[in-house]
């Protein structure tokens, strides 16, 4: 145990290096030759590399974006063949419909990570809000089924329209019926129909992620080659705007007491939008939108820069990657190191508007983050531009543990900080808004770390097909604890009625401590519980694996490489 806290607190006061990369003629020229290999990529191995996300709770965003990169071959053709980057006659437009449909990939994401906000106010299970975490799910593994959107298709139609049209129309017709029906499944305590919301929420993401898969590759033809690295721009702009006009901007103009505060003269009982009317306008404009795409934007092939895929060779590819020595260590730390964060990244915001924190402020809380999300990254990747980018992984790790048990302060003192249910003083906002902000820093150090790695060890042969995997498998270590600790925090709770005495830790029970004329209260919170264990978890987790990551951080390039 001693070692164990030694090595935490080592981590935690070692001082920060910026290290520069050898500039070593040698090493220079095994670069050149591995930029030279990446363009002698085969069929099945033109997977676009992974340049961006913001967030990893299913707070926020819960996937990881594929989109091109400037560093792309392709846009290192343009270098050659001496022509500079700037938008050529016809790119303006294409950026345009890029970022349009971004935006509306984002729009069922948005939605889905404001409906556990939604559920929470209704009073629902932490197990039934587990089960709805798996909506953030098919993002993370779409990678199964890229290779099939990438090789079938109907060439009358075009490559990417063949995907792009049937799944947004399919979106569109997914958001009308819900419209009509959605007020019925969401209608007072105990009688939310998560099962169902799970069920539809999941095949929007689904839908979503095909999608994203069908408008990646587009964005590879539909630019000018000078142009491509635009395509990073779009996917980052788009569905960043598309999350905010589903998720903060939703919740918002959903709630009554926002809009009668600051919208409106005469105070009502609902907001200016509903759920219902906010599918219901999507939903519409999914439609329109889709056959403006489908009739007036033609699709060209260019199957030099987008070349036909084989479905079997990209299977073949991706198990060869994951039988070597090194990807097989550091796939067990992938699924295991965020375990620490689950509680805290997963709980914390449900736990406060349990206590009675107005949803709609809490999600307005992401909004004076937006400068310090755009320029974070760009300053922690000078200190991940060297030959050990994990070195910063391994100096944020324990500041995000020792987070873990600051959210869980800070909820335990919003229940008692109020000056009445639901109303809370100016300074708890600021501190939490502090602690919000302390906490995205260290998370985009992990991961900007984690993506530098991932750029530094991906075989250039095959290099987009090996940092979707290895983005993949990141993107499943953070759902998969979330979504366990969402079902057992349940089953870590304990409480009695307060007139009866007795146990109501099931739904009879509570009813029939409601007949007596009383409530149930909380004696024991799974969230506290879970809070601790996360916290001793990563104490562990560092000691256990630290000197491991850094031996993996130091592995010659052919260590990483298939045969």
Request: hydrophobic residues 45%; charged residues 15%; contains cysteine.
């Given at each position: 145990?001693?070692?164990v806290?030694?090595t935490f607190?080592?981590?935690?006061?070692?001082?920060?290096?910026?290290?520069?990369?050898?500039?070593?003629?040698?090493?220079?020229?095994?670069?050149?030759?591995?930029?030279?290999?990446?363009r002698?990529?085969?069929?099945?191995m033109?997977?676009?590399?992974?340049?961006?996300?913001?967030?990893?709770?299913?707070?926020?965003?819960?996937?990881?974006?594929?989109?091109?990169?400037?560093?792309?071959?392709?846009f290192?053709?343009?270098?050659?063949?001496?022509?500079?980057?700037?938008l050529?006659?016809?790119?303006?437009?294409?950026?345009?419909?890029?970022?349009f449909?971004?935006?509306?990939?984002?729009?069922?994401?948005g939605?889905?990570?404001?409906i556990?906000?939604?559920?929470?106010?209704?009073?629902?299970?932490?197990?039934?809000?587990?089960?709805?975490?798996?909506?953030?799910?098919?993002?993370?593994?779409?990678?199964?089924?890229?290779?099939?959107?990438?090789?079938?298709?109907?060439?009358?139609?075009?490559?990417?329209?063949?995907?792009?049209i049937?799944?947004?129309?399919?979106?569109?017709?997914?958001?009308?019926?819900?419209?009509?029906?959605?007020k019925?499944?969401?209608?007072?305590?105990g009688k939310v129909?998560?099962?169902?919301?799970?069920?539809?929420f999941f095949?929007?993401?689904?839908?979503?992620?095909?999608q994203?898969?069908?408008?990646d590759g587009?964005?590879?033809t539909?630019?000018?080659?000078?142009?491509v690295?635009?395509?990073?721009t779009c996917?980052?702009?788009?569905?960043?705007a598309?999350?905010?006009?589903?998720?903060?901007?939703?919740?918002?103009?959903?709630?009554?007491?926002f809009?009668?505060?600051?919208?409106?003269w005469?105070?009502?009982?609902?907001?200016?939008?509903?759920?219902?009317?906010?599918l219901y306008?999507?939903?519409?404009?999914?439609?329109?939108?889709?056959t403006?795409?489908?009739?007036?934007?033609?699709?060209?092939m260019?199957?030099?820069?987008?070349?036909?895929q084989?479905i079997?060779?990209?299977?073949?590819?991706?198990l060869?990657?994951?039988?070597?020595?090194?990807?097989?260590?550091?796939?067990?730390?992938?699924?295991t190191?965020?375990v620490?964060?689950a509680?805290?990244d997963?709980?914390?915001?449900?736990?406060?508007?349990?206590?009675?924190?107005?949803?709609?402020?809490?999600?307005?809380?992401?909004?004076?983050?937006?400068?310090?999300?755009?320029?974070?990254?760009?300053?922690?990747?000078?200190?991940?531009?060297?030959?050990?980018?994990m070195d910063?992984?391994l100096?944020?790790?324990?500041y995000?543990?020792?987070?873990?048990?600051?959210?869980?302060?800070?909820?335990?003192?919003?229940?008692?900080?109020?000056?009445?249910p639901?109303?809370?003083?100016?300074?708890?906002?600021?501190?939490t808004?502090?602690?919000?902000?302390?906490?995205?820093?260290?998370?985009?150090?992990?991961?900007?770390?984690?993506?530098?790695?991932h750029?530094?060890?991906?075989?250039?042969?095959?290099?987009?097909?090996?940092?979707?995997?290895?983005n993949?498998?990141?993107?499943?270590?953070?759902?998969?604890?979330g979504?366990?600790f969402?079902?057992?925090?349940?089953?870590?709770?304990?409480?009695h009625?307060d007139?009866?005495?007795?146990?109501?830790?099931?739904?009879?029970?509570?009813?029939?401590?409601?007949e007596?004329?009383?409530?149930?209260?909380?004696?024991?919170?799974?969230?506290?519980?879970?809070?601790?264990?996360?916290?001793?978890?990563g104490?562990?987790?560092?000691?256990?694996r630290?000197?491991?990551?850094?031996?993996l951080?130091?592995?010659?390039?052919?260590?990483?490489?298939?045969?």
């Amino acid at each position: 145990m001693l070692r164990v806290v030694k090595t935490f607190i080592e981590e935690l006061v070692r001082p920060l290096e910026r290290v520069e990369p050898a500039l070593d003629p040698t090493n220079m020229a095994n670069q050149n030759n591995s930029k030279m290999q990446a363009r002698k990529r085969g069929p099945g191995m033109n997977f676009v590399s992974v340049e961006h996300t913001d967030m990893e709770s299913s707070e926020t965003f819960p996937h990881m974006l594929w989109s091109a990169s400037p560093n792309d071959e392709r846009f290192r053709d343009a270098e050659d063949s001496g022509k500079k980057p700037g938008l050529q006659k016809g790119d303006l437009s294409s950026i345009s419909l890029l970022m349009f449909l971004y935006v509306l990939q984002g729009i069922p994401l948005g939605l889905a990570g404001s409906i556990p906000m939604l559920l929470q106010s209704r009073k629902v299970s932490y197990t039934e809000q587990a089960m709805f975490s798996f909506v953030y799910w098919p993002f993370s593994i779409k990678l199964l089924w890229a290779p099939l959107v990438d090789s079938l298709y109907f060439q009358w139609f075009g490559r990417r329209k063949t995907w792009l049209i049937p799944t947004q129309y399919l979106i569109g017709l997914f958001m009308l019926v819900l419209s009509y029906n959605i007020k019925s499944y969401m209608e007072g305590e105990g009688k939310v129909d998560v099962f169902y919301l799970t069920c539809i929420f999941f095949m929007l993401n689904f839908l979503a992620a095909t999608q994203d898969i069908a408008v990646d590759g587009w964005a590879l033809t539909m630019l000018s080659r000078e142009n491509v690295g635009w395509a990073s721009t779009c996917n980052t702009v788009g569905q960043t705007a598309g999350y905010f006009l589903g998720n903060v901007l939703f919740l918002a103009l959903e709630s009554a007491d926002f809009c009668n505060n600051y919208l409106r003269w005469e105070p009502q009982t609902e907001g200016i939008v509903t759920l219902s009317s906010f599918l219901y306008f999507w939903g519409v404009v999914f439609f329109i939108t889709t056959t403006l795409v489908g009739v007036m934007k033609p699709e060209h092939m260019d199957p030099e820069v987008d070349p036909e895929q084989s479905i079997i060779d990209t299977y073949k590819t991706l198990l060869e990657v994951i039988k070597l020595p090194s990807v097989m260590s550091y796939v067990l730390i992938l699924l295991t190191a965020k375990v620490t964060f689950a509680a805290a990244d997963s709980m914390t915001s449900l736990k406060l508007i349990e206590s009675g924190m107005p949803k709609e402020r809490l999600a307005l809380f992401a909004v004076p983050l937006v400068p310090i999300q755009i320029i974070l990254p760009l300053m922690i990747s000078k200190y991940t531009h060297g030959p050990r980018p994990m070195d910063i992984f391994l100096k944020a790790y324990p500041y995000r543990v020792l987070l873990g048990p600051i959210y869980a302060l800070v909820v335990y003192w919003s229940h008692y900080v109020q000056t009445k249910p639901g109303e809370f003083p100016w300074y708890f906002y600021v501190v939490t808004l502090l602690a919000y902000g302390t906490h995205q820093v260290f998370v985009y150090m992990v991961f900007v770390a984690q993506m530098a790695f991932h750029a530094k060890i991906s075989d250039p042969a095959i290099g987009g097909t090996y940092m979707t995997l290895l983005n993949t498998v990141a993107n499943l270590g953070g759902n998969w604890p979330g979504t366990f600790f969402l079902w057992l925090v349940d089953h870590l709770t304990f409480k009695h009625c307060d007139v009866t005495g007795l146990s109501c830790d099931t739904k009879v029970t509570e009813a029939m401590c409601s007949e007596a004329g009383g409530k149930c209260v909380i004696t024991t919170d799974g969230y506290y519980i879970l809070t601790a264990i996360c916290f001793f978890v990563g104490l562990g987790w560092l000691a256990w694996r630290r000197n491991k990551l850094r031996q993996l951080d130091s592995l010659p390039d052919s260590a990483w490489k298939c045969s």
